[in-house]
T-cell receptor
Framework: DVKVTQSSRYLVKRTGEKVFLECVQD?????MFWYRQDPGLGLRLIYF???????EKGDIPEGYSVSREKKERFSLILESASTNQTSMYLC????????????FGEGSWLTVV | KNQVEQSPQSLIILEGKNCTLQ??????????LRWYKQDTGRGPVSLTI?????NTKSNGRYTATLDADTKQSSLHITASQLSDSASYIC??????????????FGKGTKLSVKP
């Protein structure tokens, strides 16, 4: 069974803290994504990676960075968390064939206080 | 501007009834359209994927249709069950040469199935 695992389901962090959200997939997929989901706004792409060490900015990259040192792992980093980054974060992966299924993790609920 | 609009925003139906969710898009060049189901507090799960040449695709009690001429898709749920209560998200891919970063998400329809 395909699996995208996000390391933390619920986090509470303080303003200014550095936050790491980790995502691991076991399907040998080339593509990995980070989205955030807010009520009324739907899913918005933060960053995506199409290969190890490769990344592209999505629609809302400001305040975020990513790291992909290994094919199976894609990390989202909030350098200095702010309250407007309180959200649900979803990691996803897919193989390189265009039009294929994208698999999502269960989500990480981040609250910044 | 590439956009995906879903209607209704929310819907309440009785268990056993059928329902249809709508998705209109203005995405060009169009590549494919996906429907996802998202249970509350969980990640989205794929239901169907359709390219422009496909006009219907089924997954159990879920049937998606696509009219590429009018740029409309619908998701029909037959004989609804309580477990169908979820948000349903329409996602359209723009074909920009293979990048998977060109997905345009609708805001979803929240379906509640009542006993």
């Amino acid at each position: 069974d395909v699996k995208v695992t996000q390391s933390s389901r619920y986090l509470v962090k303080r303003t200014g803290e550095k936050v790491f959200l980790e995502c691991v997939q076991d399907m040998d997929h080339e593509n990995m994504f980070w989205y955030r989901q807010d009520p009324g706004l739907g899913l918005r792409l933060i960053y995506f990676s199409y290969d190890v060490k490769m990344k592209e900015k999505g629609d809302i990259p400001e305040g975020y960075s990513v790291s992909r040192e290994k094919k199976e792992r894609f990390s989202l980093i909030l350098e200095s968390a702010s309250t407007n980054q309180t959200s649900m974060y979803l990691c996803a992966s897919s193989d390189r064939a265009f039009g294929n299924t994208i698999y999502f993790g269960e989500g990480s609920w981040l609250t910044v206080v | 501007k590439n956009q995906v609009e879903q209607s209704p925003q929310s819907l309440i139906i009785l268990e056993g009834k059928n329902c249809t969710l709508q998705c209109n898009y203005t995405v060009s060049p169009f590549s494919n359209l996906r429907w996802y189901k998202q249970d509350t507090g969980r990640g989205p799960v794929s239901l169907t994927i359709m390219t422009f040449s496909e006009n219907t695709k089924s997954n159990g009690r879920y049937t998606a249709t696509l009219d590429a001429d009018t740029k409309q898709s619908s998701l029909h749920i037959t004989a609804s069950q309580l477990s169908d209560s979820a948000s349903y998200i329409c996602v359209v891919s723009a074909n920009y040469g293979g990048s998977q970063g060109n997905l345009i998400f609708g805001k979803g329809t929240k379906l509640s199935v009542k006993p």
